[in-house]
């Protein structure tokens, strides 16, 4: 079935992977991936698909509502797959507005240019919002996000990802725009910016630099390969209800500090360096503000529903994350030139 797509953010982390699998495994569908490039967005990720017949970029600013209308004349979308955002918790506490701004006001951007270009028929259309568990809030020792869980965000990424949810809620009731939203746990995989725990952790080991752990490393994050969190979004975009939420998780917790130890291990092997080398470079530096304890989501709902569960074992999946970013130096290096190594001195440096 022929079908026109906008997928907004195509070119950062999960984006990019979610346009490679549309791209490939759909020839009938037009993808065209409408992103800014901010300093997370990065076409090189897409090589794969560049010259592929069914692709187009558009450099496009989600909270620029002409060129947002213009992308829907030009295109005559049938959906939308949403995954722009600023992304980064920690520099949500560093520059909230810009999280408010991308995250809130371009989601209800996007949001209106479907009301508007598709007021005359909804039917066969679909609003996908990509979101994030943390919305949610903070979980104790025991318990599990599910679809019910109460939303109650604390930081400013993840008040803005929560308040995006709701316009896309709001939508649904009030238009009746055929919306569904999924919110995801932490993802991992290639091509993830080196600003996240475990990108940020392999290159510092690759360089013998000291590898910041916040607080005592007893957080709780719930971990999930990115090409299984693609493979969930495939699922619910052509099987999901209108109007529903899924949570899309891979039931794979780890405290901060020992998946860390397990990275130090695996690089220890691929580097060819003495056991527990990697190990002495962990430094333990002051805790991230209003630092959420744990993440664990229920995915019961689209398994049993949807048929959707993790393809692959997440000491597994590490490895094959290092691979890649051992494979990759060119792509770590063009991605922290310039405007990282600013960030890394305010985020790490001055902050110790
Ligand atoms: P990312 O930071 O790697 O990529 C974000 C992309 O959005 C970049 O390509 C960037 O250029 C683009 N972008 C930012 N502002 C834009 C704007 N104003 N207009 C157009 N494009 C813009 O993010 P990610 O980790 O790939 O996350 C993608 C989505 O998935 C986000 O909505 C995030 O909240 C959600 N999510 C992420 C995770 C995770 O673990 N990374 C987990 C659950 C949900
Ligand atoms: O749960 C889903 C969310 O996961 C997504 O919505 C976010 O976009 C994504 O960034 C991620 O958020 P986290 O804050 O959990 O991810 P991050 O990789 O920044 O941190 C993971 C854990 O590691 C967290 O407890 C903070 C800690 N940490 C992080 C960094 C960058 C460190 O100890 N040291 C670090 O240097």
Redesign the pocket.
């Known amino acids: 079935m022929k079908k026109n797509i906008l997928i907004?953010?195509g070119?950062?982390?999960?984006?990019s992977h979610v346009v490679r699998l549309f791209v490939t495994k759909y020839p009938t569908y037009k993808i065209v991936n409408?992103?800014?490039?901010?300093y997370?967005?990065n076409l090189e990720n897409l090589n794969e698909v560049e010259d592929k017949g069914n692709y187009v970029f558009e450099k496009?600013?989600?909270?620029d509502g002409q060129t947002i209308d213009d992308l829907f004349l030009k295109y005559h979308f049938d959906a939308v797959i949403h995954?722009?955002?600023?992304?980064?918790v920690d520099r949500s506490i560093m520059d909230p507005l810009s999280f408010v701004k991308?995250n809130v006001l371009?989601t209800g951007i996007l949001l209106n240019a479907c009301r508007v270009h598709w007021k005359d028929r909804m039917e066969g259309k679909l609003f996908y919002h990509?979101?994030?568990?943390e919305v949610y809030g903070s979980l104790g020792k025991e318990g599990f996000f599910t679809e019910e869980t109460r939303y109650d965000p604390r930081s400013p990424y993840s008040s803005s990802?929560a308040g995006s949810d709701h316009l896309v809620r709001a939508y649904f009731h009030t238009y009746g725009l055929p919306v569904v939203i999924s919110n995801?746990?932490?993802?991992y995989g290639s091509h993830?910016?080196p600003e996240?725990l475990i990108p940020l952790a392999i290159r510092n080991i690759k360089n013998n630099k000291p590898v910041p752990v916040y607080g005592k490393g007893e957080n709780i994050r719930d971990w999930l390969w990115v090409n299984d969190h693609a493979r969930a979004i495939d699922f619910i975009f052509h099987q999901g209800k209108k109007g529903e939420t899924y949570n899309i998780g891979g039931f794979n917790e780890w405290k901060n500090i020992d998946l860390i130890h397990l990275l130090c291990e695996i690089m220890d092997r691929k580097l060819k360096r003495e056991k527990g080398t990697s190990a002495k470079l962990i430094t333990f530096v002051t805790d991230r503000a209003g630092h959420d304890l744990r993440y664990a989501i229920d995915a019961a709902k689209l398994n049993k529903e949807l048929g959707w569960k993790p393809s692959v074992r997440f000491e597994e999946g590490l490895e094959k994350t290092v691979d890649w970013y051992l494979e990759n130096e060119a792509w770590l290096g063009h991605v922290t030139s310039g405007a990282y190594q600013q960030y890394y001195e305010d985020q790490y440096v001055k902050r110790k």
Not at 83 to 88: D, F, I, P, Q, R
Not at 130 to 133: K, L
Not at 184 to 187: H, R
Request: charged share 15%; net charge negative.
């Open positions: 907004t953010g070119a950062g982390f999960i984006g409408a992103d800014a490039l901010t997370a967005g496009a600013d989600i909270t995954l722009a955002a600023e992304s980064h991308t371009g990509v979101s994030t568990d990802k995801c746990s932490n993802n993830q910016f996240k």
